[in-house]
């Protein structure tokens, strides 16, 4: 053990001296393939030992950005045998798109005290299509097996680097030695280059070349950047997390002005009064809201009739919400069309809200375009405009003192709750005339759900009563849409029997299906078989149908925040009658515990009368995103929860 724990020091110390333009191709040693772990990281699958990434313009008319990525991985575990599948993504658009022009993938093995080098046919690497923006290239490397080492080193060529140069992610989902990353821009290019992350340069350098761009005869100097990290950690996500480019250790290019050979100047990054320009006369945007009339054509008459904006609003959203299907696709542009949409019945986020917002200004409603970045898609950049970094519209309806943000792509979100995808900072708000604005997405909804539960114990342990479950806002929305999901009320039924185990649903009832009805409920009248029998007596655990099964919070610490997107509540009471002949023996101790600051609590508490026992069971939090500072203290709150549902009750015979 100790030969091979120096022996994996020795590659962090020869990969982590540095490296002039990458490193040679199969230059692989015995003393790493006899390494067995990685000091660093005892958890590790697979560690990266070596990678370089080096990026640049061709002067070739039919090439664009050329990137080249080269890494070795050595895997440690049997869960990282998936690093021998290389997945390539490809960009598509509607005449161009990013293409493949060489890869070399290797596995390497020690055979017979030997190096033994096994290639991947690369004439196997096939296309999957992953939806119309994007390819994946794939293929797999061949015998690799715990204590492989791959080398994979492929060329791209990117059309579409005009308005971002390649990123590079130092960190990824396993470790890395050593990562270094080259860009070289010429000077008619200039980049915002930005920084997210926690980890620290190891290089941060860039040095002028001269003539290093010449497109049609011309010439330009180059600026290049290196940068380099060492002893890079995995990037561990956990639960509650928004997008992890909001996150991980990355650098960001972001193309800010264009400067041609002939002297004219295109500036990219411009300020908010040009962006506003560009969205209202932006044919997919601030186009489509000129179709108006077409949306309200079958219903112009009936909107025209109704006084109350409020009530009109929600006509015109209820017409949409129904007329044009979402097709799964997001993203700010109108695809097809607001008219055509409509004809086809179907349409991306787009298309559908557009089509809201230009109805409603059709109607003489105060109604305003709102660019939203999701939750997967990371933070929209505050200091200057990058509309590239918006991948939604909902339209702002204003309605006397009131706001709503309201988005009509889903039959079973209620007019004002946006979809839960879309709970991530702020919008920016483009009204018909004055200049936009930045606006805090606050929820209207939260996450809530109260169960009360009437039971009344059996002598052999059985219980026999009612069962009402109630879901409000976003817990609502969930249950409807997974309502929707079944051909009746009693596939749904059947389906929940499935999931209560050790219970016989003699009756069940089902409120509120209607978006506008304040809540879901399940009633249920049912039989519940002894969950644990115990010599004399049994054991009893009240939350047999809906209990954690661990802490989602695992990180002794974590760096970044936890995200819920809303506020939670969740309460269970429990009315618990048992036989005069039975006591309680044991039961968990009252526990409360709050979070500073007002960030949230839980509380449990039983009371027993002899006959019957009250089981309060409480957890808020009262807040919708945590900081590093509170992770301690929510992990707690977790803990204590965790352990109250684990805790079995005791009941034995009196005497």
């Given at each position: 053990m100790k030969f091979f724990f120096l022996a994996f020091l020795s590659v962090i110390t020869f990969a982590a001296s540095g490296q002039e333009h990458g490193f040679p191709y199969g230059q692989v040693s015995i003393e790493q393939l006899a390494a067995t772990g990685y000091a660093r990281d005892s958890s590790a699958n697979a560690v990266v030992l070596r990678e370089f990434g080096d990026a640049w313009v061709s002067s070739d008319a039919d090439k664009g950005l050329i990137f080249e990525h080269h890494y070795l991985i050595k895997i440690l575990k049997t869960e990282g045998l998936g690093k021998a599948n290389i997945s390539i993504p490809l960009r598509k658009g509607d005449t161009k798109q990013q293409r493949l022009l060489s890869i070399k993938a290797s596995a390497y093995n020690i055979q017979n005290n030997k190096i033994e080098e096994t290639q991947a046919n690369t004439k196997n690497i096939f296309t999957e299509k992953t939806n119309k923006y994007?390819?994946?290239?794939?293929?797999?490397?061949?015998?690799?097996?715990?204590?492989?080492?791959?080398?994979?080193?492929?060329?791209?060529?990117?059309?579409?680097?005009?308005?971002?140069?390649?990123?590079?992610?130092?960190?990824?989902?396993i470790p890395k030695v050593y990562s270094e990353y080259w860009a070289t821009i010429p000077g008619n290019y200039i980049y915002n280059i930005t920084w997210r992350g926690f980890q620290k340069f190891s290089k941060n350098e860039s040095e002028l070349i001269r003539e290093c761009y010449s497109p049609s005869g011309q010439k330009a100097d180059c600026g290049r950047y290196k940068m380099a990290m060492e002893n890079i950690p995995a990037f561990k996500e956990e639960g509650y997390m928004t997008a992890k480019a909001n996150f991980i250790s990355a650098v960001y290019f972001e193309l800010s002005e264009v400067r041609y050979f002939d002297g004219r100047v295109d500036k990219i990054t411009k300020d908010w009064k040009d962006a506003d320009s560009e969205i209202r006369s932006e044919p997919k945007i601030g186009g489509q809201l000129k179709r108006g009339k077409d949306v309200l054509d079958k219903i112009e008459s009936e909107v025209k009739a109704i006084s109350d904006p409020l009530e009109k609003a929600k006509r015109i959203y209820?017409?949409?919400?129904?007329?044009i299907l979402w097709n799964e696709y997001m993203?700010?542009?109108?695809?097809?069309?607001?008219?055509?949409?409509?004809?086809?019945?179907?349409?991306?986020?787009?298309?559908?809200?557009?089509?809201?917002?230009?109805?409603?200004?059709?109607a003489d409603l105060n109604v305003e375009i709102a660019l939203i970045s999701t939750r997967q898609n990371g933070v929209p950049t505050e200091l200057h405009p990058v509309i590239t970094d918006f991948n939604y519209v909902v339209a702002k309806v204003n309605i006397g003192d009131k706001s709503y943000l309201v988005d009509a792509s889903d039959p079973y979100l209620p007019f004002g709750m946006l979809p839960f995808r879309c709970l991530n900072g702020k919008a920016r708000v483009f009204p018909e005339k004055a200049p936009s604005y930045w606006y805090d997405i606050v929820p209207t909804e939260k996450f809530k759900e109260v169960a009360i539960m009437n039971l009344t114990l059996q002598p052999e342990g059985s219980m026999k009563g009612t069962l009402e479950y109630s879901y409000f806002g976003y817990d609502a929305y969930d249950k409807r849409t997974d309502l929707a999901s079944f051909n009746s009320k009693e596939d749904y039924l059947a389906d929940l029997k499935k999931k209560m185990r050790l219970v016989t649903v003699n009756s069940f009832d089902l409120?509120?299906?209607?978006?506008?009805?304040?809540?879901?409920?399940?009633k249920f009248d049912v039989e519940i078989e002894s969950l644990g029998q115990l010599g004399d007596?049994?054991?009893?655990?009240?939350?047999?149908?809906?209990?954690?099964?661990?802490?989602?919070?695992?990180?002794?610490?974590?760096?970044?925040?936890?995200?819920f997107g809303t506020t939670q509540e969740y309460t269970i009471i429990l009315n618990l009658t048992y036989p005069e002949n039975f006591m309680i023996v044991e039961k968990p101790e009252r526990t409360t515990l709050s979070i500073p600051g007002g960030g949230g609590k839980f509380l449990f508490e039983v009371t027993d009368s002899g006959t019957k026992a009250t089981m309060t069971y409480s957890l808020?939090?009262?807040?919708?995103?945590?900081?590093?500072?509170?992770?301690?203290?929510?992990k707690e709150l977790f803990n204590r929860a965790l352990q109250v549902q684990n805790y079995d009750w005791l009941f034995k015979k009196k005497g």
């Open positions: 994007w390819d994946e290239k794939k293929i797999t490397i061949p015998n690799v097996r715990v204590g492989s080492i791959i080398e994979v080193y492929y060329t791209l060529d990117d059309p579409f680097f005009f308005y971002n140069f390649h990123t590079w992610e130092f960190q990824s989902d209820n017409y949409v919400n129904t007329s993203g700010m542009f109108s695809e097809e069309g607001v008219k055509k949409a409509l004809e086809k019945k179907t349409g991306n986020i787009g298309d559908i809200n557009l089509a809201l917002i230009a109805a409603m200004r059709a409120i509120g299906e209607n978006i506008y009805d304040p809540k879901v409920v399940h007596g049994f054991t009893l655990n009240p939350f047999f149908l809906d209990k954690m099964e661990s802490n989602p919070f695992k990180l002794s610490e974590r760096l970044y925040p936890v995200n808020v939090l009262s807040r919708p995103v945590y900081n590093s500072v509170e992770y301690k203290y929510l």
